[in-house]
């Protein structure tokens, strides 16, 4: 329970609507080892899920740790290479049928271009982007 609330936290953070959808996904077919693991492996506290779900941490100033978090899950998941290159084919395979598939496209189209320091702020900066996006809407 901690685990989905802690994906729940950070990904709603990061990414409005699309992380929802991917949050769903995830969990399904990766269960929660695999952002427990994540999490653990990038020493990613409570604490630190909570300052950037309340704002008291801005996702500008995210530490390092959250960013590869992100990144982890992210490439774990599927949707993403060890390079920080979104697989921009497997996500529109994946939200083909979906009601939200023009949505996904179109943000895929700015996302995707999305590029950061590293792999890890590259994953934090894409769902920022998306988050972005759909809060435009």
Do not use: W
């Amino acid at each position: 329970m901690r685990t989905t609330l802690a994906l729940t936290l950070l990904l709603s953070c990061l990414a409005g609507t699309l992380a929802e959808h991917m949050d769903m996904d995830m969990e399904s077919s990766l269960g929660k080892g695999v952002v427990e693991s994540c999490l653990k492996e990038n020493g990613v506290s409570g604490d630190d899920l909570a300052d950037l779900q309340t704002g008291k941490v801005k996702a500008s100033d995210a530490k390092d740790n959250v960013k590869c978090a992100t990144q982890c899950i992210l490439v774990k998941s599927g949707y993403m290479d060890s390079t920080g290159s979104l697989l921009v084919d497997k996500i529109k395979e994946q939200f083909a049928n979906s009601p939200l598939s023009a949505v996904v496209e179109k943000d895929l189209e700015r996302c995707s271009k999305v590029k950061g320091a590293n792999a890890c702020d590259t994953a934090f900066q894409v769902l920022g982007c998306f988050q972005k996006q759909n809060s435009q809407a």
